[in-house]
């Protein structure tokens, strides 16, 4: 991605408050537009297998029908040329779903929910610092 494009956001969630939530977050954090919302994972992987790739997705782990590792799982299988960077959020504090969310390699970072903007900057400045080195 050149300097000049805007960054690439899918944001996947269940929730209406909590897509316009971290739209707005990625919006004002990233300074960027270029976002699609998604409210299934499988709308999501329709897009993925279809489309040019996102730089960051922003996935949700509990979702009905197909949960946020499914989801994960299923875009292994998709070629794609570059590695997004990967943000699971949930309300889940249980040690077993949190767990198994910091145990996926495809997953970059956790954040619970409710997101909040200087958490999210928090990790999205790491990320992009530590996806430039």
Do not use: C, W
Not at 28 to 51: A, P, Y
Not at 55 to 73: A, C, F, H, Q, T
């Amino acid at each position: 991605m050149s300097s000049s494009q805007q960054i690439a956001v899918s944001i996947v969630d269940d929730d209406e408050v909590d897509l316009f939530i971290a739209q707005r977050i990625a919006r004002l954090k990233l300074n960027t537009n270029n976002i699609l919302l998604f409210r299934s994972g499988f709308e999501f992987i329709e897009k993925f297998r279809s489309d040019e790739k996102p730089d960051v997705i922003i996935l949700n782990y509990r979702m009905p029908e197909k949960s946020g590792i499914d989801v994960l799982d299923e875009m292994g299988s998709i070629e794609a040329t570059s590695k997004p960077l990967v943000i699971m959020t949930s309300t889940s504090l249980n040690p077993k779903d949190l767990a198994h969310i910091k145990a996926h390699p495809k997953v970059d970072r956790f954040i619970p929910k409710p997101l909040l903007p200087a958490h999210f900057k928090k990790v999205m400045d790491e990320l992009m610092a530590a996806n430039q080195e």
